[in-house]
């Protein structure tokens, strides 16, 4: 199968946290932000694009979210690699080079 891959975005400034000063192991993942969350992305940065973003092995969604600047309550629906970030779980580290962290803010609908 022939998979498309989306560009390489450049990481944010000032998100990269060094192995030198934590002890832990720098990598990437990619940051999906969708609906309203959309307009936290680096310009023309595509919602199901993302963009790369240097983390530490030690980070928690709940620091990354921080980090990205996304106010708790409007990070409702968090995703990695597909699969639901419970409430609970979320001051845990769980992230692997190459994830993908995805948000959605509440919605409402009828």
Request: glycine share 6%.
């Amino acid at each position: 199968m022939n998979r498309a891959v989306a560009p390489r975005a450049r990481p944010l400034p000032g998100f990269f946290v060094s192995r030198k000063a934590y002890g832990h192991i720098p990598m990437q993942i990619r940051i999906k932000l969708y609906a309203s969350l959309s307009k936290l992305l680096p310009e023309g940065v595509k919602p199901h694009e993302g963009f790369l973003l240097d983390i530490d092995d030690a980070m928690t969604p709940n620091q990354l979210i921080d980090l990205l600047k996304i106010p708790r309550p409007m990070a409702h629906l968090i995703l990695c690699n597909g699969t639901y970030i419970k409430p609970a779980d979320r001051d845990s580290a769980v992230f692997e080079p190459d994830d993908v962290f995805a948000v959605w803010p509440p919605v409402a609908g009828g």
